[in-house]
């Protein structure tokens, strides 16, 4: 199985017109996270 690239999880969440703030208050993380996450941190 292959896991999407931070920018495919950015691409998504910005065509589902989500903010990091709120795909985190979404999936109970922080945005934090989420930026780290779409940086490439994790």
């Given at each position: 199985m292959e896991l999407p690239t931070p920018?495919?999880?950015r691409e998504r969440r910005t065509g589902l017109d989500l903010t990091q703030s709120e795909l985190a208050e979404r999936a109970d993380v922080s945005q934090p996270l989420i930026a780290r996450?779409?940086?490439g941190d994790v």
């Amino acid at each position: 199985m292959e896991l999407p690239t931070p920018q495919d999880l950015r691409e998504r969440r910005t065509g589902l017109d989500l903010t990091q703030s709120e795909l985190a208050e979404r999936a109970d993380v922080s945005q934090p996270l989420i930026a780290r996450i779409e940086g490439g941190d994790v």
